[in-house]
């Protein structure tokens, strides 16, 4: 959604990775000026899934576009409105199934309801609304919320390269001989 906003070119977010610049900027912007509606409702399980969602806001952006009269990668006077309403879609679609996640683990005892804890780390855990959002869920359902600071909540590539890197370095489960093996960026 930031890429498709532009949000590098936005005066308020150049420095900024997208998901920080979303957050910028959805918190003067106003949530209800768009509805996007949610992923997945019609699936009870614990899945999560973006793309529904991502589409949806394409197709936003691309009709303000059109009625601004602006082109692709220029900044919609609305930017805020739609970061707000993005933003806030994402919060409520990882809360809702959170929650699913929380009440099927605590009916199948494979966690206790006492002592219970919710654990997000990740570049999601940095995001303030969403975090706020979990920790009333964990709060409502007596579970601990356990985040790391924001400064720790990278993105989740970053943690793996890491692990990587020590297990190099103690020569576990490392491969030493790289012949045979394709390496590709994504």
């Not at 930017?79 to 879609?89: C, P, R, S, T, W």
Request: aromatic share 6%; glycine share 8%; charged share 20%.
């Amino acid at each position: 959604v930031a890429r498709r906003l532009s949000l590098r070119k936005h005066p308020e977010c150049r420095s900024m990775a997208g998901g920080k610049a979303i957050e910028h900027l959805a918190q003067t912007g106003n949530r209800q000026q768009h509805t996007f509606r949610l992923p997945m409702q019609q699936y009870r399980n614990c899945d999560f899934s973006f793309s529904g969602l991502q589409n949806l806001v394409n197709k936003v952006i691309i009709q303000k576009e059109k009625e601004e009269g602006i082109q692709e990668g220029e900044i919609l006077s609305c930017v805020k409105d739609i970061a707000a309403a993005a933003q806030h879609a994402v919060a409520v679609h990882i809360i809702q199934r959170t929650y699913r996640a929380m009440l099927f683990c605590i009916k199948n005892s494979i966690l206790s309801s006492k002592n219970a804890a919710l654990v997000v780390s990740g570049g999601v855990a940095s995001n303030q609304y969403i975090r706020k959002g979990l920790q009333t869920l964990a709060d409502v359902n007596d579970f601990a919320l356990l985040c790391p600071p924001p400064r720790l909540c990278t993105d989740n590539g970053v943690m793996i390269a890491w692990n990587g890197i020590e297990r190099l370095r103690a020569g576990l489960g490392v491969l030493h001989s790289t012949d045979g093996i394709r390496y590709e960026p994504k």
